[in-house]
């Protein structure tokens, strides 16, 4: 959020007592708005007393009169009279200054305060004496406040208004004709005052002045005007100045009393006591300077004669200021909570801060918490910006405590403190993370469809729906299938799950990817690379070599007696489609006779002779071999060789004849089948070079992405065949190469070597 303050001064004047609904300005138009800103960026009027009194049609953005301003009850006794209102809108905030001027109007009439005033004045008096008068009031200003005073023509007393350095006004009655009590005891004057208005309105009063023969010195005070200080706050009974008044008259016509004048309204008489007989002024009430900063106070002298003359003064107090306001702290605008990622300058709060002092006790000075990124910038007049002034996250703060503190400059110094609680709010800037890059599991073959196989979890440092985290597999291949082929995952608590049962013997490892996405705008996501070996298990029983058996796993082998003790006859092979320790193969007999002269390999499946064959031997051995894998548990299966002792091969041929069998059909049989296994050799080991090479490829890149993602090295199960030939001869016929051996499939730990426990090498084992 961006907040711009723009601060325009805009001025209209209205006359007072203007009815509700008066035109005051088009306050939408001169500050530029737009009429549809005025709804939808709420705007809103404050004045500094609180009172509405000027309202904002919304429709048309005219601003104008909402109750009925008297200026004389506002502003009293100011000459200008200015109602300062502030117009905030928001989105952004802004404040606008506006002054309406209240012009005054001539609506109140010039008034004495009695109908009649009764002068007594000895006839004593000389010409030129002074007899101040109270002067009328008008609670209106300027032009239209009393301007002139007219008073009846007559032969004794003409009028003359005197102002001072001040310019207050002292009205007197001046005595141009002696009195002579015997010829005029009496004179009703009328004196009338006039206001500058137009038209003008006038007040009177009576002015009844009776010539008195005795008594002829009024008091006279040692100074017309007493101009004196004291400061506010003064505690009651300070003396605030001491009036002093002689009257030149002897006894009690020379005892001066002094009272208060009857222009002294009652608030000043509840602050200021007046000592009858010392003239002592003193402090009765609160001085407070922020109320009144001068006050003005008439004093009369009157003596105690049987007919009193009076004198009169008057008396300047000015208040001295004391510093005992502290500043005031209002937050006029508010705007929580603050995105963490606000910009340097953006503003949060206005605050307005003032003091009622004056002088250097109104200064004020504003600080707020340390080491907090926000900071306070002046404005205008008494107002104040909070803005970001730092970096903002949410993670790391969620909410500070700002306790603005404003001090005066006044001695002591006052000071107030104001605590805002400002609330970051988030924004979608953490990404969700897993605990690691990647992840290795393992999977049992043959599990059942559905099983679940995992839980992955990522966190994310945000809050509410930047947090709230979906996973989801992303698009890979395996083995020409797509991976949903093969796993699932739930999207809200990212439990994996495998759609299908793995053959550990079609699919032994692949990896896949899952990521974790937030539901922010925009989203953020984190990704996990797991990889998955199928962990193979005895599922596969050992399977003889098709070649060498028929359909029932029988298979015969013809043997000459003269064969030497330790000749390999013949080699049984068998497969196990299963790995590891799984697929390594045992070969026994099962129940051998005490007698037979032949034994097997354990673990080659090597046939030999193990002692002479005689010819008291019977001449046909049929064994029944057991073939077992080392899985867990262990899978078996037999085959039987049948073993056909001869002298010589025509012996043989005799009796196949009369059997009805055909060597000739044996052989071409043969002949067949080697030209059929060398073509599904060649075939063969052309296939196996390519996916050696293609192999190879793909393991240089697993390497690559394992060493990138610091995974150790991932020992691997490789298959090794070997491929021996074996000869038999019959008499007359030409050796073939009829049979084909392959060891088993062994496990390797990770420098390759195998794990064939008694396997023989070298010449031995040939």
Same mark, same amino acid.
């Given at each position: 959020?961006?907040?711009?303050?723009?601060?325009?001064?805009?001025?209209?004047?209205?006359?007072?007592?203007?009815?509700?609904?008066?035109?005051?300005?088009?306050?939408?138009?001169?500050?530029?708005?737009?009429?549809?800103?005025?709804?939808?960026?709420?705007?809103?009027?404050?004045?500094?007393?609180?009172?509405?009194?000027?309202?904002?049609?919304?429709?048309?953005?005219?601003?104008?009169?909402? %109750?009925?301003?008297?200026?004389?009850?506002?502003?009293?006794?100011?000459?200008?009279?200015?109602?300062?209102?502030?117009?905030?809108?928001?989105?952004?905030?802004?404040?606008?200054?506006?002054?309406?001027?209240?012009?005054?109007?001539?609506?109140?009439?010039?008034?004495?305060?009695?109908?009649?005033?009764?002068?007594?004045?000895?006839?004593?008096?000389?010409?030129?004496?002074?007899?101040?008068?109270?002067?009328?009031?008008?609670?209106?200003?300027?032009?239209?406040?009393?301007?002139?005073?007219?008073?009846?023509?007559?032969?004794?007393?003409?009028?003359?208004?005197?102002?001072?350095?001040?310019?207050?006004?002292?009205?007197?009655?001046?005595?141009?004709?002696?009195?002579?009590?015997?010829?005029?005891?009496?004179?009703?004057?009328?004196? %009338?005052?006039?206001?500058?208005?137009?038209?003008?309105?006038?007040?009177?009063?009576?002015?009844?002045?009776?010539?008195?023969?005795?008594?002829?010195?009024?008091?006279?005070?040692?100074?017309?005007?007493?101009?004196?200080?004291?400061?506010?706050?003064?505690?009651?009974?300070?003396?605030?100045?001491?009036?002093?008044?002689?009257?030149?008259?002897?006894?009690?016509?020379?005892?001066?009393?002094?009272?208060?004048?009857?222009?002294?309204?009652?608030?000043?008489?509840?602050?200021?006591?007046?000592?009858?007989?010392?003239?002592?002024?003193?402090?009765?009430?609160?001085?407070?300077?922020?109320?009144?900063?001068?006050?003005?106070?008439?004093?009369?002298?009157?003596?105690?004669?049987?007919?009193?003359?009076?004198?009169?003064?008057?008396?300047?107090?000015?208040?001295?200021?004391?510093?005992?306001?502290?500043?005031?702290?209002?937050?006029?605008?508010?705007?929580?909570?603050?995105?963490?990622?606000?910009?340097?300058?953006?503003?949060?709060?206005?605050?307005?801060?003032?003091?009622?002092?004056?002088?250097?006790?109104?200064?004020?000075?504003?600080?707020?918490?340390?080491?907090?990124?926000?900071?306070?910038?002046?404005?205008?007049?008494?107002?104040?910006?909070?803005?970001?002034?730092?970096?903002?996250?949410?993670?790391?703060?969620?909410?500070?405590?700002?306790?603005?503190?404003?001090?005066?400059?006044?001695?002591?110094?006052?000071?107030?403190?104001?605590?805002?609680?400002?609330?970051?709010?988030?924004?979608?800037?953490?990404?969700?993370?897993?605990?690691?890059?990647?992840?290795?599991?393992?999977?049992?073959?043959?599990?059942?469809?559905?099983?679940?196989?995992?839980?992955?979890?990522?966190?994310?440092?945000?809050?509410?729906?930047?947090?709230?985290?979906?996973?989801?597999?992303?698009?890979?291949?395996?083995?020409?299938?797509?991976?949903?082929?093969?796993?699932?995952?739930?999207?809200?608590?990212?439990?994996?799950?495998?759609?299908?049962?793995?053959?550990?013997?079609?699919?032994?490892?692949?990896?896949?990817?899952?990521?974790?996405?937030?539901?922010?705008?925009?989203?953020?996501?984190?990704?996990?690379?797991?990889?998955?070996?199928?962990?193979?298990?005895?599922?596969?029983?050992?399977?003889?070599?098709?070649?060498?058996?028929?359909?029932?796993?029988?298979?015969?082998?013809?043997?000459?007696?003269?064969?030497?003790?330790?000749?390999?006859?013949?080699?049984?092979?068998?497969?196990?489609?299963?790995?590891?320790?799984?697929?390594?193969?045992?070969?026994?007999?099962?129940?051998?006779?005490?007698?037979?002269?032949?034994?097997?390999?354990?673990?080659?499946?090597?046939?030999?002779?193990?002692?002479?064959?005689?010819?008291?031997?019977?001449?046909?051995?049929?064994?029944?071999?057991?073939?077992?894998?080392?899985?867990?548990?262990?899978?078996?299966? %037999?085959?039987?060789?049948?073993?056909?002792?001869?002298?010589?091969?025509?012996?043989?041929?005799?009796?196949?004849?009369?059997?009805?069998?055909?060597?000739?059909?044996?052989?071409?049989?043969?002949?067949?089948?080697?030209?059929?296994?060398?073509?599904?050799?060649?075939?063969?080991?052309?296939?196996?070079?390519?996916?050696?090479?293609?192999?190879?490829?793909?393991?240089?890149?697993?390497?690559?992405?394992?060493?990138?993602?610091?995974?150790?090295?991932?020992?691997?199960?490789?298959?090794?065949?070997?491929?021996?030939?074996?000869?038999?001869?019959?008499?007359?016929?030409?050796?073939?190469?009829?049979?084909?051996?392959?060891?088993?499939?062994?496990?390797?730990?990770?420098?390759?070597?195998?794990?064939?426990?008694?396997?023989?090498?070298?010449?031995?084992?040939?």
């Amino acid at each position: 959020m961006v907040l711009d303050l723009v601060f325009c001064q805009l001025h209209y004047m209205i006359p007072e007592e203007s009815k509700h609904g008066t035109f005051v300005g088009r306050i939408a138009q001169d500050l530029g708005l737009e009429i549809w800103e005025i709804n939808s960026r709420m705007l809103r009027i404050v004045s500094r007393d609180e009172k509405d009194y000027f309202q904002v049609n919304l429709q048309n953005g005219i601003l104008f009169v909402n %109750t009925i301003i008297d200026r004389e009850e506002i502003c009293q006794r100011i000459s200008v009279c200015v109602i300062h209102l502030e117009i905030i809108v928001d989105k952004p905030v802004q404040i606008y200054h506006v002054d309406v001027e209240i012009e005054d109007i001539n609506d109140n009439y010039p008034m004495f305060s009695a109908k009649q005033y009764n002068i007594v004045i000895a006839e004593s008096r000389v010409v030129g004496t002074r007899f101040p008068l109270e002067g009328a009031v008008d609670d209106d200003i300027g032009i239209n406040s009393v301007k002139s005073y007219e008073l009846t023509p007559n032969a004794y007393f003409l009028l003359e208004v005197q102002k001072d350095k001040h310019q207050s006004e002292s009205l007197n009655v001046v005595l141009k004709e002696s009195l002579d009590r015997e010829k005029e005891p009496l004179l009703n004057l009328t004196l %009338t005052a006039f206001d500058g208005g137009k038209p003008k309105l006038s007040g009177t009063t009576q002015l009844i002045i009776t010539v008195q023969d005795v008594n002829d010195n009024a008091p006279t005070f040692s100074q017309s005007v007493y101009e004196t200080y004291v400061l506010e706050n003064a505690p009651k009974g300070t003396v605030v100045v001491k009036l002093n008044a002689t009257d030149a008259d002897l006894g009690e016509n020379g005892e001066v009393i002094y009272e208060f004048s009857n222009q002294v309204p009652p608030l000043i008489r509840s602050i200021f006591d007046l000592d009858k007989i010392s003239g002592k002024i003193k402090v009765a009430g609160e001085v407070d300077f922020e109320q009144n900063s001068h006050y003005e106070i008439r004093i009369n002298a009157f003596d105690s004669g049987q007919n009193p003359m009076a004198g009169h003064c008057k008396v300047l107090v000015n208040i001295i200021d004391v510093n005992d306001n502290p500043p005031e702290m209002t937050v006029t605008s508010l705007s929580l909570p603050v995105p963490e990622d606000s910009t340097v300058g953006t503003t949060v709060a206005i605050i307005r801060i003032q003091d009622k002092d004056s002088g250097s006790n109104s200064k004020v000075n504003c600080q707020i918490t340390e080491n907090v990124p926000f900071k306070l910038k002046p404005s205008l007049r008494e107002y104040y910006s909070l803005i970001v002034a730092g970096s903002l996250d949410r993670e790391a703060i969620d909410i500070y405590k700002i306790e603005i503190t404003a001090k005066d400059e006044g001695i002591p110094a006052l000071s107030t403190s104001e605590t805002l609680l400002v609330e970051i709010s988030d924004v979608n800037d953490n990404a969700p993370t897993f605990n690691q890059h990647s992840d290795t599991i393992f999977i049992i073959e043959n599990n059942p469809p559905g099983s679940h196989v995992f839980t992955v979890s990522a966190t994310d440092g945000d809050t509410k729906q930047n947090s709230f985290i979906t996973y989801s597999l992303i698009d890979s291949v395996i083995d020409g299938m797509p991976v949903i082929s093969y796993l699932s995952i739930n999207p809200d608590n990212g439990k994996l799950f495998a759609l299908v049962s793995f053959d550990q013997e079609q699919v032994s490892y692949f990896q896949c990817s899952i990521r974790a996405t937030d539901a922010g705008f925009p989203s953020l996501s984190g990704n996990l690379t797991l990889s998955i070996f199928i962990i193979d298990i005895n599922d596969n029983a050992p399977s003889p070599y098709t070649t060498l058996f028929n359909i029932d796993s029988e298979a015969a082998e013809i043997v000459q007696r003269s064969v030497k003790i330790g000749t390999v006859i013949t080699k049984v092979k068998a497969t196990d489609a299963d790995s590891g320790y799984n697929a390594w193969l045992s070969y026994d007999f099962l129940d051998p006779a005490e007698n037979v002269p032949f034994g097997i390999g354990h673990h080659s499946g090597a046939i030999t002779v193990i002692d002479s064959l005689l010819e008291s031997n019977q001449g046909e051995y049929k064994l029944v071999i057991v073939i077992k894998d080392h899985g867990e548990p262990a899978m078996s299966t %037999t085959m039987t060789m049948t073993i056909v002792l001869t002298e010589n091969l025509q012996e043989i041929n005799v009796e196949e004849n009369q059997k009805g069998f055909k060597y000739e059909d044996f052989t071409n049989a043969n002949v067949f089948l080697i030209m059929a296994i060398c073509l599904i050799s060649g075939i063969f080991i052309v296939t196996l070079i390519v996916y050696t090479l293609i192999r190879w490829q793909q393991c240089t890149q697993e390497i690559d992405e394992l060493r990138q993602n610091n995974m150790g090295s991932i020992a691997r199960s490789w298959t090794y065949s070997m491929q021996r030939q074996y000869k038999y001869s019959m008499n007359g016929i030409t050796p073939q190469n009829n049979l084909i051996l392959f060891t088993p499939n062994l496990p390797q730990d990770i420098e390759g070597n195998s794990h064939q426990p008694g396997l023989m090498t070298g010449p031995s084992a040939k």
